[in-house]
């Protein structure tokens, strides 16, 4: 089988000193992170926000860097980077000028420089600060997403009374009460229009609407579009009400600019979620990804095309079995440039808006972001073996542009690692991946740790995590195996719709199947020296472990996980997800889909010893599990452990956090394992 590499991985580890050592959390922390690429109109600019840790505040800070397209043997350099500001969302203007968002002085506003620096120009300030903006094609008028009260007239936050009397409690007659990581207070994302020419005055865009515009919790920029005119606002909304909770129906709207009507739904006849609103160079064209079946979150995303002149419709990939995850047009319009996981990666696709023929441009590693240029495309791409750095695509040429990190990776040995398949559960074909650490001698096994990915739909695929990331498990001296069972995407829409009412019956038979085949394979690790870990989906799947494959493991990690489907419906924020999954009703009208598969229900048979985390601000799988599943440890007397974090939510995302999660994790694998923590 051949290796999962980086592309380019010879260019960025080509002078490793003899004094090499592993990759630790420590490193992985600190490392810079580019965000998605911005490319200049000629073509000539490339620009993006980078973070940089600031580790004793525990966060990150953002810059801006540049790099010159033309120029050969151009190296990065810094555009805008004040200490203590951070400059984000970089985009250019018609003018040349960068335009982006800066938190200087404590306040947002958006301001512009020239791409050979100098002084910077505030563009807009509004009060109440933003989330976000895009720039209008003409560079005249900026579109802020802001959070204000539901109809707000303006930008400019509503003045509200302080009654001094007021208790602190929060009334709700609706869901949702709280949704990610945050109680709600009544304010929603929405839409404003600021013209340059006058930043005091402000157009709200479809005030009649109730809901989030972008998405919350991540939708950003991508779900948002300005018509090539400039007159035209198109965004994705799901409206709110008592349905909020059970809907993944967001639609694309369209609104004029200047606010002088309604908006039109485009996108009504379809129940399904409706998204990325991406409109073509000439203006004639929306393009965006579908879903068909409506309450199910990972249905395939099918790549869509709107005639804006007529509104007629078409499906340009239902033919192909793959999930559209990014959209963005070529400069001439003559191609669509798409993300889609495909089988342990990500790569680049162009799709013909005539025939709908789908193109492969990219081979291995995950792209992150794409940015079609007159040439080709300049995009941003990592791999289990390195974070994002940005690339060029011209013809079939691709050409690494940056190493942000090469300094900092410096002297560090990687793993390797190694793709491998077998026959899973319904005789399907089932991937996985294999990695070995660095310097383990010849001959020697290393203990194993077991990852089981989230989501369920998702994918252990060959993708950078500054979270679960496989490479510094090897760093510890940990064999990883890592298998796509059933419900992972990549694979077909089907291989992931097969989880459903299936939790804990195709899913772990593919863990099994896919262990044992790992260990066959692959004789340098040791399967009889093995602990499991997984976190949301893949902690369900530690607490289903632990009752029903009783007898494989030393340990188990359970971060985030289901302990007890029952109470886990009536506790979790979006709804949709736990009843899709268990056959689409509520657990009062079918509990007997939820308690097939709950972990709770077999208790009576853990004896695996199991560390337990999880957060405070988790609403998605409330903390509540975490306790629950610890408290079933205890009463069993089975040697566990509690990590709870008051300051995460489903993921921990500071750095110190980051660090306090591995130095707990590894010394827990290697009290059971025997292994020692380095």
């Given at each position: 089988m051949k290796h999962i590499l980086l592309a380019g991985v010879a260019l960025a580890f080509a002078a490793v000193p003899a004094t090499a050592r592993d990759l630790t959390i420590q490193d992985v922390a600190t490392l810079s992170r580019v965000g998605a690429p911005v490319v200049s109109p000629d073509g000539k600019w490339l620009v993006w926000q980078q973070r940089e840790t600031d580790l004793p505040a525990n966060k990150g800070r953002y810059d801006l860097w540049k790099l010159d397209l033309v120029t050969k043997g151009a190296v990065p350099e810094k555009l805008v980077a004040e200490a203590d500001v951070n400059e984000t969302g970089p985009q250019f203007g018609v003018n040349g000028r960068v335009y982006f968002q800066s938190d200087k002085g404590g306040e947002d506003s958006v301001r512009s420089i020239a791409i050979t620096g100098g002084d910077q120009a505030e563009v807009a300030a509004p009060a109440g600060g933003f989330s976000g903006f895009k720039l209008s094609p003409d560079g005249q008028k900026l579109l802020f997403w802001a959070d204000r009260k539901p109809g707000a007239p303006g930008i400019e936050p509503a003045?509200?009374?302080?009654?001094?009397?007021?208790?602190?409690?929060?009334?709700?007659?609706?869901?949702?009460?709280?949704?990610?990581?945050?109680?709600?207070?009544?304010?929603?994302?929405?839409?404003?229009?600021?013209?340059?020419?006058?930043?005091?005055?402000?157009?709200?865009?479809?005030?009649?609407?109730?809901?989030?515009?972008?998405?919350?919790?991540?939708?950003?920029?991508?779900?948002?579009?300005?018509?090539?005119?400039?007159?035209?606002?198109?965004?994705?909304?799901?409206?709110?009400?008592?349905?909020?909770?059970?809907?993944?129906?967001?639609?694309?709207?369209?609104?004029?600019?200047?606010?002088?009507?309604?908006?039109?739904?485009?996108?009504?006849?379809?129940?399904?979620?409706?998204?990325?609103?991406?409109?073509?160079?000439?203006?004639?064209?929306?393009?965006?990804?579908?879903?068909?079946?409506?309450?199910?979150?990972?249905?395939?995303?099918?790549?869509?095309?709107?005639?804006?002149?007529?509104?007629?419709?078409k499906a340009l990939t239902e033919a192909w079995d793959r999930s559209v995850a990014s959209i963005a047009w070529s400069p001439d319009g003559k191609k669509i440039y798409v993300t889609a996981q495909d089988t342990q990666e990500e790569p680049i696709f162009t799709v013909d808006p005539k025939s709908g023929k789908v193109?492969?441009?990219?081979?291995?590693?995950?792209?992150?972001?794409?940015?079609?240029?007159?040439?080709?495309?300049?995009?941003?791409?990592?791999?289990?073996?390195?974070?994002?750095?940005?690339?060029?695509?011209?013809?079939?040429?691709?050409?690494?542009?940056?190493?942000?990190?090469?300094?900092?990776?410096?002297?560090?040995?990687?793993?390797?690692?190694?793709?491998?398949s077998f026959t899973g559960a319904n005789n399907d074909t089932v991937w996985g991946y294999a990695v070995r650490p660095a310097n383990l001698p010849e001959g020697q096994k290393a203990p194993l740790a077991f990852i089981v990915h989230g989501g369920p739909q998702g994918s252990s695929n060959n993708s950078w995590s500054y979270r679960w990331n496989p490479a510094v498990f090897a760093g510890a001296g940990y064999a990883v195996v890592s298998v796509d069972f059933h419900g992972s995407t990549g694979y077909g829409q089907k291989f992931s719709d097969d989880i459903r009412n299936n939790w804990g019956g195709w899913p772990l038979e593919d863990l099994q199947k896919g262990l044992a085949a790992a260990e066959q394979k692959f004789t340098w690790l040791d399967g009889n020296n093995a602990c499991a870990l997984g976190a949301s989906y893949g902690g369900y799947m530690m607490n289903w472990i632990a009752g029903q494959w009783t007898d494989k493991f030393k340990c188990l990690v359970q971060h985030d996980g289901v302990?007890?489907?029952?109470?886990?419906?009536?506790?979790?924020?979006?709804?949709?997800?736990?009843?899709?999954?268990?056959?689409?009703?509520?657990?009062?009208?079918?509990?007997?889909?939820?308690?097939?598969?709950?972990?709770?229900?077999?208790?009576?048979?853990w004896k695996t010893p199991m560390l337990v985390i999880t957060s405070e601000k988790d609403f998605r799988i409330p903390y509540t599990q975490g306790?629950?599943?610890?408290?079933?440890?205890?009463?069993?007397?089975?040697?566990?452990?509690?990590?709870v974090f008051p300051d995460e939510n489903h993921w921990v995302l500071k750095p110190k956090n980051s660090m306090q999660w591995y130095g707990t994790v590894l010394p827990w694998l290697g009290q059971w394992t025997g292994k020692a923590s380095k």
């Open positions: 003045m509200i009374k302080k009654d001094a009397n007021a208790g602190s409690g929060r009334t709700y007659d609706q869901l949702f009460i709280r949704h990610w990581d945050t109680w709600s207070n009544g304010d929603r994302s929405q839409l404003f229009v600021v013209p340059i020419a006058d930043p005091t005055k402000s157009v709200a865009i479809a005030p009649q609407l109730v809901g989030d515009t972008p998405s919350k919790p991540f939708g950003g920029g991508e779900e948002l579009a300005w018509s090539a005119d400039s007159k035209t606002v198109y965004f994705a909304l799901r409206e709110a009400g008592r349905i909020e909770a059970t809907s993944t129906n967001l639609d694309i709207f369209s609104a004029p600019a200047d606010g002088s009507s309604a908006p039109v739904n485009l996108t009504a006849d379809n129940d399904g979620m409706d998204n990325l609103p991406t409109v073509s160079p000439d203006g004639k064209w929306l393009a965006y990804f579908a879903m068909a079946r409506a309450g199910y979150e990972a249905d395939r995303q099918v790549l869509m095309l709107r005639d804006l002149t007529n509104g007629t419709t193109t492969r441009l990219t081979q291995q590693g995950v792209v992150s972001a794409v940015v079609p240029t007159r040439d080709g495309a300049v995009f941003s791409m990592n791999s289990l073996l390195g974070p994002d750095d940005f690339y060029q695509l011209k013809g079939k040429a691709q050409t690494r542009l940056t190493n942000v990190n090469a300094s900092k990776l410096a002297g560090i040995d990687l793993p390797k690692v190694e793709r491998f302990f007890d489907a029952r109470a886990m419906a009536y506790e979790t924020e979006e709804l949709w997800f736990d009843e899709w999954e268990h056959g689409g009703k509520a657990y009062y009208e079918d509990p007997a889909a939820f308690e097939k598969w709950n972990p709770v229900n077999h208790v009576d048979k306790i629950a599943s610890f408290t079933a440890l205890q009463r069993r007397e089975i040697p566990s452990k509690l990590l």
